[in-house]
């Protein structure tokens, strides 16, 4: 019975002090009872699955960033004896010449382009061991033809280079194009 009365005193002391304080001290009381479930419960679950996070995004950074090797500075001359090797490579054979026009005639017919003449020249490089071919030749037909032609022509030919380019159209109607193109074929020496 002792305790039967003493809570229904605590009972009424409560209901006393909810009808002094009203509805916003009910109010905190349930956020402080929902802030404390979540501080017992929620919370260090959340801190497991953070903990967890980032274990997982450390192995993942650790699996895909691979450290950067610096490599030691080359000299100047090793630089240049190296990119030297590299265009020495892309030369070709004096033989090759022939079939070397003949791909650009046949890179034109792929491009639906005719080419009416041609002029030709040649420089010899005694330093760099090598005889530059300058292949001239004006052309005219639809631009994307002719951007076409120099890609075919440039692809097929990894000793050709585009030295020159000039486009003139009569008017903005006008689907033709002429152009004045330079080629350069770069062509080893007998003796390199």
Known sequence: ???AVAVSHLRLNLQLLLVRAGWPALAG???LGIG???HTWWLPEQQ???VRMETEYRRLIAEFVKPVVVQPRQTQSALLAERHAAFNATLAPKSALPDLIKSVFSEAGKAGL???QAE???AEDKAGGYTSYQMVLPVRGPYLKLREFVAGVLAANPAAA???VSFRRDGIGNPTTE???RFVFYIKDAGT
């Open 179 to 181: 152009a004045r193109l």
């Open 1 to 3: 019975m002792v305790e």
């Open 29 to 31: 009381l349930l956020l």
């Open 48 to 50: 497991e699955r953070l």
């Open 114 to 116: 005719t080419l009416a």
């Open 120 to 122: 030709y020249r040649t």
């Open 162 to 164: 585009l030295e020159e």
């Open 36 to 38: 404390a479930a979540m």
